[in-house]
């Protein structure tokens, strides 16, 4: 199953070193098989603050998402510049519905 690796950051003021590793995560990725699927796009806020923007690589499996966070040789790059928080989270299933959920919430709840 598909899983992502999902940030909210809020970059410093633009340098050397960022840009840098922007040119360079891509290498990190591809031996896991990783691809951009949001990247330096501005968000739409419709709720709540948000500041910052997203990033979001997707990955065949939560395994290689893993094994990809724990390889980036990089990210110290990333940490000392750009602030932010990053999650990994799996996927739902093709045909996957929600009604489904509920149901199975609703009876685990006694509902």
């Given at each position: 199953m598909?899983?992502?690796?999902?940030?909210h950051i809020r970059p410093e003021t633009m340098n050397d070193e960022i840009l840098d590793y922007i040119e360079r995560i891509q290498s990190t990725m591809d031996p896991?098989?990783?691809?951009?699927?949001?990247?330096g796009k501005e968000v739409e806020v419709l709720e709540?603050?948000?500041?910052?923007?997203?990033?979001?690589?997707?990955?065949p499996d939560?395994?290689?998402a893993r094994a990809w966070y724990a390889s980036e040789a990089i990210l110290p790059q990333r940490?000392?510049?750009?602030a932010?928080?990053?999650?990994?989270?799996e996927g739902v299933p093709a045909g996957y519905?929600?009604?489904?959920?509920?149901?199975?919430?609703?009876?685990?709840?006694?509902?």
């Open positions: 598909a899983a992502y690796a999902i940030a896991f098989e990783g691809r951009f699927l949001v990247h709540g603050p948000f500041p910052g923007t997203v990033v979001m690589i997707g990955f939560i395994e290689r940490t000392r510049h750009i932010g928080e990053v999650i990994l989270v519905d929600a009604t489904k959920t509920a149901a199975a919430m609703r009876a685990a709840a006694g509902l």
